[in-house]
């Protein structure tokens, strides 16, 4: 069946486009939210009266999108991760990793959008991602992936014990002295 969306409807398209779907689609989830209007002369003739209105909005989306790429390319993604002595991470750097950093950051990006090479990142080093924005906009991110590191964790766990052995040795001389 053919249609015309009457608002942006996401996986099938804007306002204003014409579509082909099924008719149970249209019929029973098109058409009873207000999505879509039948194809027709006089949904049409609407739509061209609108036309202006919709290409306004969409270039304001154009502008939106390619003002978010600048901001994206501008901010290096860095992204600290427990990893091995030999660099490889213990866990992998995914697209809902990028997408957690980025609402950190006061982005809304969907993780559906960030695409890695690969799908993962599993060892430590620099990588480009993209993040598809609107229509062929596309941003080319930088991405350092940093290790959290066992060197870290031993030389922690060394202060510990180290902390603990001075505080085992003082409490014998500290209960000597108050005998």
Do not use: C
Not at 11 to 21: A, C, F, Q, S, Y
Not at 75 to 80: G, K, N, P, S, W
């Amino acid at each position: 069946m053919k249609v015309i969306l009457n608002e942006d409807v996401k996986h099938l398209g804007e306002m204003g486009d014409v579509k082909n779907v099924a008719n149970g689609y249209a019929r029973n989830y098109l058409f009873p939210r207000a999505y879509a209007l039948p194809y027709t002369d006089e949904t049409v003739a609407y739509f061209e009266t609108r036309k202006a209105e919709i290409e306004e909005r969409k270039a304001k989306k154009r502008a939106d999108s390619a003002s978010l790429k600048e901001k994206l390319e501008a901010l290096e993604v860095v992204i600290t991760m427990p990893a091995g002595n030999n660099g490889k991470l213990y866990g992998a750097v995914t697209t809902q990793t990028i997408s957690d950093f980025y609402t950190k950051n006061g982005f809304d990006i969907e993780r559906k959008r960030i695409s890695i090479a690969g799908l993962t990142i599993k060892n430590v080093g620099t990588y480009t991602f993209k993040v598809h924005l609107y229509e062929s906009t596309v941003a080319e991110v930088s991405l350092v992936v940093k290790a959290q590191g066992a060197d870290e964790t031993k030389a922690e766990a060394k202060a510990d014990v180290k902390a603990e052995e001075s505080a085992a040795e003082e409490a014998p001389a500290a209960e000597a002295k108050a005998e």
